[in-house]
């Protein structure tokens, strides 16, 4: 084993991708948890939300790592579905059967959001008092029952668990409705897992009807990625496509979903290039050799961080343009799985880095076409990296992928369970005080909270439960 890690078989669990999620799932927590009233640096908010007062200017151009957390989760959805759909594909399964997998995924996903929603905006969520706190520890319970994969000896008894958890979700909406006057509304809904919704669905579907030609689902790519620079530079376009695609769409079939399908259907085609590679041992003397290109891999990652906020993009793209010639002359002819998955990546961030000017500048909100490439690109090389690292060193983080591999109770358990104790022990106005005394200390408030997230997390996945997702 010391002179040579094998690359997983193609049924067991990639943890760089596990991994990927966990990074975005840390990033999430840590960075709605870090204090705004510490002073701390712009870089440490969404570049369109910046301090000091925090207000939403979309005219501002450049992203920070917070603006990686949403179209890295994308990119490690769509990095699944080979793994996911394959299976059932190759077992024989047929089409018809894995579309309504694909149609009940989007049900509960959608469901999911609505709740969430919904319980948001219970009277005092923000302000944690304790009747609504006490709410919330019981929605999250209730999403508890209706979301585990119970493994029980008998399949009938997670079923009841399943659904006593949607009675008592529906206990709480009569509270709602009946007890605070609230009425349950299907507009109010958790606009990130709505979009997760819809980008499982369509991007299932692409990865189905694409499964046999990598070339084709690029294709797709390119025409979503076509429909995008059309709708943001016309219009009417944009008004037309909408009327003529989803005439009736409402609430939930909106182009502004469908956007996002590009980040997904990249991280297919990774997940394509993984599970179909052969295993291949990778020696640790060729590790260590091809170290140095990895670093350079995700320097240049880390550098558009840096380039793209401070605006230096013609510098930016320089410099990326360099690394990438480097990168494809040191690693092209030796053809290793993890350094094809870093060039694809270098190819979306050049693109994208080029598109920042005629974008009039990198946002994520409104989502431009240089976000969706850029970040693409981005998560690609950082996966490429991962597994490198899981490949040629062993290393596996475990305590990110373990947090990854169960996203939705990481996602509510900052909101729902862990913060609404906090408040009701009264610990986090304590912890809020102090917060604001410094810039580090504003800090220190999002790493515990977030700590506190993974524990949790981690803490079921390695009791093997999860949630439907």
Request: proline share 4%.
């Amino acid at each position: 084993m010391a002179h040579g890690i094998m690359i997983h078989q193609p049924s067991t669990r990639i943890l760089s991708i596990d991994t990927l999620r966990g990074i975005a799932i840390f990033e999430m927590i840590l960075c709605a948890n870090i204090s705004w009233n510490a002073g701390l640096p712009a870089w440490m908010f969404h570049a369109q939300v910046p301090p000091p007062d925090y207000v939403f200017r979309p005219d501002v151009p450049g992203i920070t790592w917070v603006d990686l957390v949403f179209p890295f989760f994308l990119f490690s959805m769509g990095a699944a579905f080979p793994f996911a759909l394959g299976k059932r594909a190759e077992s024989g399964q047929p089409v018809w059967k894995i579309c309504l997998t694909l149609v009940k995924r989007f049900a509960i996903l959608a469901a999911f959001s609505i709740v969430l929603g919904n319980c948001y905006r219970v009277p005092g969520a923000e302000a944690g008092t304790v009747p609504s706190s006490l709410f919330m520890i019981a929605a999250w319970a209730a999403m508890f029952l209706a979301l585990t994969r119970f493994r029980f000896r008998t399949e009938s008894a997670g079923r009841l668990l399943n659904i006593s958890g949607a009675v008592l979700l529906a206990g709480l909406a009569a509270v709602m409705h009946y007890g605070l006057g609230i009425r349950v509304s299907k507009e109010s809904s958790d606009i990130i897992i709505m979009v997760l919704a819809y980008v499982a669905l369509f991007g299932g579907l692409i990865w189905l009807l694409t499964k046999d030609s990598i070339m084709c689902r690029w294709l797709v790519f390119i025409a979503i990625g076509a429909v995008k620079a059309l709708s943001s530079y016309s219009p009417a376009f944009n008004e037309a496509f909408s009327a003529v695609a989803f005439p009736s769409a409402g609430w939930i079939f909106q182009w502004k979903f469908l956007q996002y399908l590009m980040v997904a259907i990249a991280g297919s085609v990774v997940g394509d290039m993984i599970r179909k590679r052969k295993d291949t041992p990778e020696s640790a003397a060729r590790a260590k050799s091809e170290a140095w290109t990895a670093v350079l891999a995700l320097l240049t990652v880390v550098f558009q961080l840096w380039g793209l906020f401070t605006r230096h993009v013609t510098a930016d793209l320089a410099v990326t343009v360099l690394s990438a010639t480097v990168f494809f002359s040191a690693m092209y002819r030796k053809k290793r799985l993890w350094s094809d998955i870093a060039m694809t990546g270098y190819i979306l961030l050049v693109a994208g880095i080029i598109f920042d000017p005629v974008d009039g500048g990198i946002t994520k909100d409104h989502c431009n076409l240089s976000y969706l490439l850029t970040t693409s690109g981005m998560a690609a090389i950082t996966t490429g990296v991962l597994l490198f690292l899981e490949t040629g060193y062993g290393m596996k983080s475990r305590l990110l992928s373990e947090c990854g591999q169960n996203p939705m109770i990481a996602y509510t358990v900052t909101n729902f369970l862990t913060g609404p104790l906090l408040r009701m022990t009264c610990l986090m106005p304590v912890i809020d005080r102090l917060s604001c005394t410094s810039q580090a200390a504003g800090l220190l408030r999002g790493l515990f909270i977030t700590a506190i997230m993974m524990t949790v997390t981690i803490f079921f996945t390695r009791k093997k439960v999860f949630w439907r997702s």
